[in-house]
């Protein structure tokens, strides 16, 4: 093919990626919301498409209308009504606001993935004729990149005109400025937003629908494919709607043009993939160069993601009693699995793994408050690491024993987090999220995806001395990670350097302000996580007996990061009891099921802020004073304490 063949057959796809940006851009300037759930909305309208299509056997034309027309634009008011509006109503902060987002995504991948399965369909219809017209000599442009072109001038123009021109473009804008001061001056500032909403989601449907022909359809692989288009809102700032559509047919028309090269050797390795990829490693370089989004509201603030302050005084029994008991209670569940049948305990495996991966999420989260999107690429690493040094397969080192090797992997990863960490340190709210997203995407095809790297790894079971470990041995050897990753947690959380990174968490400025190091505290926070994070992400490995870079996919991050928030990014307990709650959904229930629950639980954190670990708290206390009150008034009434 030609250069302008190239070009031409990229455009198609800019123009989809152009509709994906418009969609975010008018959901975030009517709402201040960046939808991350874009690619999980996509991907359900999608299914639901190609459902009454194939298996209904309507005609595309009515599907098309049930899809574009009714579920799309639904999915947009109810989010706005039932999930958006309440967090608006109460000025949540932008954080909290990318939680509930994050939510919607993880649920809408569980519906389809408890739905439809996690297996890949290639006969998503296409709603526009498989043809060409001519150009100019034998230059030829297909039918679809031209109808997807004029739908993406018809929507510029449209929303261009109603925002300049139309009293509801005022609206917008004075929603967009301040949206209590546009209530009081009468603006329906909730209609406003519905409006946005339902436009957004009506544009992500149309993204997956014109998506799923030309890949197979499948839950993860399409809702990453959207996630990526993320590059052009950041090359507009999240503001301009030319730079998003021209960025979009820019980037598709280099990855097109991209593929006339033929190189060898380690750079052709890096080429075949940046053909496939360059939307993932475009968003990432320019969250490089882009100084600053423009981010509506509060976004740096941490919102939910912390529901306690400064750790209880040592002096405090009550607390020191319920401390003790809580830690106690944890033991005995973390030490059952060892009276489990063979099969049982091999299933939880997974648990002290995952806990660990949480538990580096709770460090960067919950005790600095920075928003961490990338942790399963760290994980990724770890295991990678770990396995090359026990194969010998590591610059030429010699092969060290899988148990020993678990914890180099995990301390190699060290530079890696301060590295990642110092361009994110600078950035806060939607950039940070964004840039750690990024980098755990970017780990995934350029690192675990590729053959070089990836293929020929062997998991031998891990020895001690010599001798093999059986199953009992191999999850006490896992409790013991565990517990050095909870000390860590716990020296991070005491004394001086924990009342400085809750400083950092709540107030950076104010941090700042009276001589706290705020850099340098959180490049500390990035560099641990990603030891930890390492850790868990080999165990996770040689508890599964193999390395597959589907476990470290960067949806995951999404998940696990939710799943965090949800059971207490500040809180230890909270880590391992999310780690535990998926490995058992997963096991007793079908595919798709921890998604579907986690994703449940996301959405009632507007109810709960600080999550489960919060909510529980709070009862215990609730309950605590009821029978303290109780006992006090049956003391001075002389009546007997009831049993």
């Known amino acids: 093919m030609t250069s302008i063949d190239l070009a031409l057959a990229g455009l198609s796809i800019g123009a989809i990626a152009a509709l994906s940006g418009i969609g975010l851009l008018v959901t975030y300037r009517t709402n201040g919301v960046l939808n991350l759930a874009q690619g999980g909305i996509a ?20 599907a098309l209308v049930i899809a574009l027309g009714v579920l799309s634009p639904g999915i947009g008011l109810l989010l706005e009504r039932l999930v958006f509006r309440p967090l608006a109503r109460r000025r949540a902060s932008a954080a909290e ?18 739905i439809w399965g996690l297996g890949a369909r290639s006969d998503a219809p296409n709603i526009f004729p498989n043809r060409s017209v001519a150009l100019f000599g034998d230059t030829r442009i297909g039918v679809d990149a ?10 510029c123009v449209v929303i261009g005109l109603v925002a300049a021109r139309t009293r509801f473009g ?51 692989g399409l809702t990453l494919l959207v996630l990526e288009t993320f590059a052009v809102v950041v090359a507009a700032r999240l503001a301009s709607m030319p730079v998003a559509v021209l960025t979009a047919l820019g980037i598709a028309v280099l990855q097109s043009e991209l593929k006339q090269f033929d190189v060898g050797g380690d ?3 890096f080429l075949v993939s940046l053909q496939s990829n360059l939307f993932i490693f475009a968003l990432l370089v320019l969250l490089l160069v882009v100084p600053k989004l423009r981010e509506l509201g509060d976004a740096g603030a941490t919102g939910s993601f912390s529901s306690r302050g400064a750790p209880a005084p040592p002096g405090d029994r009550a607390e020191q009693r319920r401390d003790f008991l809580g830690k106690l209670g944890g033991a005995a569940l973390l030490l059952a699995p060892l009276t489990f049948a063979p099969a049982d305990l091999r299933s939880a495996f997974m648990v002290p793994a995952l806990a660990l991966i949480f538990l580096s999420l709770v460090i960067v989260t919950g005790y600095s408050g920075q928003i961490s999107l990338g942790v399963a690429g760290y994980a990724g690493l770890g295991s990678l690491l770990s396995l090359k040094l026990a194969n010998g397969d590591l610059f030429g080192l010699p ?14 990863l060290a530079p890696v987090g301060l590295i990642t960490g110092y361009p994110a340190i600078r950035r806060r709210g939607l950039t940070l999220a964004l840039m750690t997203f990024a980098v755990g995407a970017v780990v995934t095809r350029f690192v675990f995806e590729q053959p070089k790297f990836a293929t020929g790894l062997y998991v031998d079971p891990l020895t001690f001395f010599g001798m093999e470990l059986n199953d009992e041995a191999f999850y006490i050897f896992e409790l013991i990670c565990l517990g050095i990753g909870l000390l860590i947690v716990r020296n991070l959380h005491h004394g001086r350097l924990g009342r400085a990174l809750l400083a950092v968490r709540d107030h950076t400025e104010g941090a700042a302000a009276v001589g706290v190091d705020v850099r340098n505290l959180k490049l500390l926070a990035f560099t641990i996580s990603a030891v930890v994070a390492g850790l868990g992400g080999g165990l996770l ?4 007996s193999s390395f597959s870079a589907d476990d470290f996919a960067p949806l995951q991050s999404l998940l696990w990061f939710t799943a965090v928030v949800v059971f207490g990014a500040d809180s230890a307990a909270g880590a391992i009891v999310a780690a535990a709650f998926i490995v058992a959904i997963d096991v007793l229930a079908p595919a798709g099921s921890s998604i579907l629950a986690v994703g449940i639980l996301a959405l009632a954190l507007g109810w709960m802020p600080g999550g489960l670990a919060s909510a529980v708290r709070s009862g215990l206390q609730f309950i605590a004073r009821f029978l303290a009150e109780d006992l006090a008034a049956r003391a001075r009434a002389g009546q007997p304490a009831a049993a």
Do not use: N
């Open 43 to 62: 991907t359900l309208v999608a299914y639901v498409f190609r459902e009454m299509v194939v298996e209904w056997g309507l005609p595309k034309w009515l």
């Open 97 to 114: 606001s990318l939680v509930a987002s994050l939510g919607v995504l993880v649920l809408t991948l569980g519906m389809t993935a408890g």
């Open 146 to 155: 031209l109808a997807e072109l004029a739908m993406v001038v018809v929507f």
């Open 170 to 220: 005022r609206q917008v804008r004075a929603v967009v400025d301040d949206r209590q001061l546009a209530e009081l001056s009468g603006v329906p500032a909730d209609r406003v937003a519905a409006v946005g909403w339902a436009i957004g989601t009506t544009l992500a449907g149309l993204t997956g629908i014109l998506l799923a022909p030309r890949f197979q359809l499948t839950p993860y």
């Open 267 to 269: 750079l052709g390795d």
């Open 399 to 412: 092969a060290i024993p899988g148990m020993w090797a678990l914890f180099v992997g995990a301390l190699l």
């Open 541 to 544: 490995t040689y508890s599964a």
